[in-house]
């Protein structure tokens, strides 16, 4: 039995469809951390020994906490599940993320970090439909760390 290259080619473009397909549903499935981001004003002990002034440092701080201890839901699991799904099925961004993180109920960001680099996505909600804003990826490789 002879197999043309036709033939190979074709079974070859069918299953990297098909794992394409099942990594996009893995995405949309798989367990990520999701945070409620607040903003706050810096404590006044940690403003002081920082010297505000003098670097230009913003006095407002982001904390995100766990969303599931978070006291007020501002968005529901369904509405979580709908902005994953627009996530992995987006073909202008990376479908493994590794936390999404609610600013608003009509603003969410995604953050995915690895050894080499941080990615960040923002989506906003307009007419009740998830929309990717911007994205950014920062390299890691030439970040240097203070011990």
């Known amino acids: 039995m002879k197999i043309s290259g036709q033939r190979i080619a074709w079974v070859l473009v069918l299953l990297g469809l ?3 397909f099942a990594m996009k549903l893995y ?26 002034d ?10 995100e906490s766990p969303y599931e201890s978070a006291e007020d839901k501002i968005i529901s699991m369904e ?3 709908k902005i994953r799904s627009r996530f992995a099925w987006s073909k202008s961004t990376p479908i ?7 600013h608003s109920t009509n603003r969410v ?8 680099f941080l990615e960040e996505c923002e989506l906003v909600k307009e007419n009740d439909e998830w929309l990717i804003k911007s994205g950014t ?7 240097t760390t203070i011990k």
């Open 54 to 63: 003098e670097h230009r440092i913003d006095p407002v701080i982001r904390i």
């Open 18 to 20: 098909a794992a394409l």
């Open 137 to 143: 990826r920062t390299d890691l490789t030439n970040v």
């Open 96 to 102: 493994l993320v590794d936390a999404l993180i609610i």
């Open 27 to 52: 995405a949309q499935r798989r367990h990520i951390e999701i945070y409620l981001s607040r903003s706050a004003q810096m404590p006044v002990e940690l403003a002081t020994r920082l010297h505000m």
């Open 109 to 116: 960001s995604t953050r995915r970090t690895t050894s080499r």
């Open 79 to 81: 509405e979580v599940a």
